[in-house]
C-alpha cells in the first residue's frame, strides 16, 4: 500500500505528460542530428578531397589516393582493434561477475535453508548474529581503524597562525 501511494504522483505526472508534444519534440530533434550529420560528412568528405588534391600536387593523383585510402584503412583497423579488445574485456568481467554472482545466489540458497532451525533456536540465532557482525567488523576493519586514527575535521594547531 505505501509503495502505491509512492507510485501515484509519479504515475499522474506521467499520465498529464502531453505525448504529442513529446512526440513532436522528437521527431525535431532526430530532424537536426540528421541535418548535423550530414553536413559534417559533407565536411569531412571535402577535407578528405582538399587533402588529396594536396598531396596530388606533389606525388600524383594516383599515388595520393593511394595515400587517403591506405590512411582510412589503417584507421578503421585501429577502431576495429579497439573495438575488438573493449569487447573481449567486457566479456571477462561479464564472465567474472556471473561466477560472482553464482557464488553469492549459492550462499544466499544455503543461508535461506538453514534459516528456519536457526529461527527455532535462540541460542543459534544469537551465534549467528555474533557471527554477522563479527564478519562485518572485520570485513570493515580498515576503514574502522582509519576513522580511529583520523584527526578530528578542522584546522589543525600547525596550520593555525595563532599557535
Not at 52 to 81: C, D, K, N, Y
Not at 120 to 128: E, G, Q, V, Y
Not at 140 to 147: A, E
Amino acid at each position: 500500500m505505501l509503495l502505491m501511494t509512492r507510485l501515484a504522483p509519479l504515475l499522474a505526472s506521467f499520465a498529464a505528460m502531453d505525448v504529442g508534444q513529446f512526440v513532436s519534440r522528437l521527431r525535431r530533434n532526430a530532424v537536426m542530428y540528421a541535418l548535423v550529420l550530414l553536413f559534417s560528412l559533407t565536411a569531412y568528405g571535402a577535407l578528405v578531397a582538399a587533402a588529396a588534391v594536396v598531396m596530388a600536387e606533389e606525388i600524383g593523383t594516383a599515388g595520393a589516393l593511394l595515400v587517403v585510402a591506405g590512411a582510412a584503412l589503417f584507421l578503421a583497423l585501429v577502431l576495429l582493434l579497439a573495438a575488438r579488445l573493449r569487447a573481449r574485456a567486457e566479456e571477462k568481467r561479464r564472465k567474472q561477475a556471473a561466477v560472482d554472482g553464482g557464488s553469492r545466489a549459492l550462499m544466499a540458497t544455503a543461508a535461506l535453508s538453514v534459516l528456519p532451525v536457526v529461527l527455532k533456536s535462540r541460542p543459534l540465532a544469537i551465534l549467528a548474529v555474533a557471527g554477522g557482525l563479527g564478519y562485518l567488523a572485520m570485513r570493515n576493519l580498515d576503514s574502522i581503524s582509519g576513522m580511529l586514527h583520523r584527526p578530528p575535521p578542522g584546522p589543525r594547531p600547525e596550520d593555525d597562525p595563532r599557535y
